[in-house]
């Protein structure tokens, strides 16, 4: 049975992370729209997949799978001979994709979650923005590219010379700074980390993805 | 050479959940002293191994790893054979069962751990900052950690440990936050549920967490 993803229809968050693998490794799958607005993610069948109650879930025939991150990990590892290598099965090359992947959600993502809030939740949901929390986030985050910056001046990309998982999960939040107006990743001060991250938004998986939302694959 | 251990000496943070790894695989370590308080982990030679300048980092006849849950993952992939002690981790081409793990370590990482910190932080951080706990915003973040481990009780009625039937790291990156909250009287870890319970002390009285509280990180070398 074809693979199915549970998801929304955007490429965003965990659930476009999931399908940006899908879509590098050309993984053949069923997108089964799950509406959050509706709850449909809070419905006991959901609950029995997911027992916090999240998108994205796979059921790839039987087999049920929740954390894009889990998730990733999974089809990188199941279609390892398939697309480009995103996760090298050597101790010493998965240690640096792991060490990248864990300053990711430890030190990259909250900043950046930060100022998504601030900058494109909250007007979503016609509240104002709290410009000193923003601040506070551009702050932390600019501290944190300042390694990056260190780190990509020695590799092309976070765990190596090869696009890895570790730099596909930052793609989680971060593209969407620049809808706020801030243009932290690309700025010119920072040479090496602007140079990764326009490799990282222009590969046409991510691009075709941005522009289309999450399309079944046959 | 003998892989060395950079971090602080307690039964408590990342550099312990590293020291349990070392203990459960009998890998011989040599363990290295930051002082945290004089600013050791932020000079620019200490730097050149973590560039984040945290602690802990490893340094693996030359090779070197930071952040624990990844040089976790590397010491078990590393050491994978019979003479080391528990797996610890599925291999990489059991897909399934590694994959179940990573989703227990994404639960850890992404639901347990914020929520346990800020507890840790309300409750015993500030205090060492000169500062109060408000108690208010203490005790919401409990039922916030609280609320997590009802899902961890579900989790653990269908599965014996957090990554799957096997004791595994995704149950050791619980020890660096988890043990410290009875310490404080906050009992969850215990309370929340039967499941959690039993799980909870089936890994807090592994003999190398108990060996760790005992003594704290030493050489084994």
């Not at chain 1, 992370?17 to 997108?31: D, G, N, R, S, T």
């Not at chain 2, 599925?90 to 346990?116: D, Y």
């Not at chain 2, 108690?135 to 609280?146: K, M, P, T």
């Amino acid at each position: 049975m074809v693979l199915k993803l549970y998801a929304g229809t955007r490429a965003a968050g965990g659930g476009g992370l999931v399908a940006l693998v899908l879509a590098e490794k050309q993984i053949p799958f069923e997108l089964v729209v799950t509406d959050l607005s509706a709850r449909q993610h809070k419905t006991p069948e959901f609950l029995a997949m997911h027992p916090f109650g999240q998108i994205p879930v796979i059921d790839d025939d039987g087999f049920i799978l929740y954390e894009s991150r889990a998730i990733c990990r999974y089809l990188a590892d199941k279609y390892a001979d398939q697309g480009p290598p995103l996760y090298p099965r050597g101790p010493k090359e998965r240690a640096l994709v792991e060490q990248a992947a864990s300053v990711e959600s430890a030190n990259f993502f909250s900043p950046v979650m930060q100022i998504f809030r601030e900058l494109i939740l909250k007007p979503a949901r016609g509240l104002e923005k709290d410009q000193s929390v923003v601040d506070a986030g551009v702050t932390d985050l600019s501290a944190k590219l300042d390694v990056y910056e260190v780190i990509l001046s020695k590799t092309k990309y976070l765990a190596g010379d090869e696009f890895t998982l570790a730099d596909l999960f930052h793609l989680m939040a971060a593209p969407r700074l620049a809808e706020g107006g801030v243009d932290i990743m690309t700025a010119s001060t920072r040479p090496n980390v602007a140079r990764w991250w326009n490799d990282v938004i222009t590969r046409p998986a991510w691009v075709k993805l941005r522009a289309e939302g999450i399309k079944e694959i046959n | 050479m003998v892989l060395k251990l950079y971090g602080t000496p307690y039964a408590f943070g990342a550099t312990a959940v590293v020291a349990m790894v070392l203990l459960e695989k009998h890998i011989p370590f040599e363990f290295v002293l930051v002082d945290l308080k004089t600013g050791a982990h932020k000079t620019r030679e200490f730097r050149e191994r973590h560039p984040f300048g945290n602690v802990p980092c490893i340094e693996d006849d030359g090779f070197i790893v930071y952040e624990s849950r990844a040089i976790a993952r590397y010491l078990a992939d590393k050491y994978a054979d019979q003479d080391h002690g528990p797996r610890l981790i599925p291999v990489p081409t059991k897909v399934q069962e590694r994959a179940v793990f990573e989703q227990g370590a994404s639960v850890e990482n992404v639901n347990f751990f914020p929520s346990v910190l800020k507890v840790i932080q309300e409750k015993f951080e500030k205090p060492l900052h000169g500062e109060t706990t408000d108690e208010v915003a203490l005790a919401g973040y409990i039922a916030e950690l609280s609320k997590v481990l009802s899902v961890y009780d579900d989790i653990l009625s269908k599965q014996r440990f957090m990554g799957g039937d096997e004791f595994s790291l995704v149950d050791i990156f619980h020890v660096g936050t988890g043990p410290g909250l009875a310490l404080g009287g906050i009992d969850v870890m215990i309370s929340t549920g039967p499941n959690v319970a039993r799980w909870w002390n089936d890994v807090i009285s592994r003999p190398s967490w108990v060996k760790l509280q005992a003594e704290g990180i030493k050489s084994s070398v």
